[in-house]
């Protein structure tokens, strides 16, 4: 006798903190949430459909990608995969992280007369 039990895969999300604008030489941290009672995922994170290496800028702490110093290059579609041994993997829907140019502030200061 074969007994077969299916399981409903995980739906998985990634959030990106700051959630505003990100501009170069900022961090950008994404996360990866698995919906699951499970706690013992792999991750693996992809930029424009290639896995994601660590690096000197590019860091991968269990479910968190983080971007140190962004810079426009680092603009574009990021996902995540999870895996856990003896259950299906499970893909985030691709999320686009836009990076823009420093933020430049002017002040310009009038001169004001006190009467």
């Keep these: 006798m074969f007994l077969c ?3 409903d ?3 998985s999300t990634v959030t990106v903190t700051p959630d ?3 501009f170069t030489g900022e961090t950008v941290n994404l996360k990866c949430v698995i919906n699951s ?5 792999r991750y693996e994170w992809y930029k424009d459909r290639v896995i994601v290496q660590t690096s000197e800028r590019y860091t991968v702490n269990t479910d968190t990608l983080s971007i140190v110093k962004a810079i426009t290059s680092d603009q574009g579609q990021y996902w ?8 299906p993997s499970t893909s985030s829907y ?3 992280l836009s990076v823009k140019g420093e933020l ?5 200061l009038n001169s004001l007369s006190y009467l």
């Design 5 to 7: 039990f299916f399981t």
């Design 20 to 22: 505003s604008r990100v």
């Design 104 to 108: 430049n502030i002017i002040v310009l």
């Design 9 to 11: 895969i995980p739906t």
């Design 94 to 96: 691709e999320v686009y």
């Design 37 to 41: 009672d499970h706690s013992d995922w």
């Design 80 to 87: 995540c995969r999870g895996h856990i041994d003896g259950r």
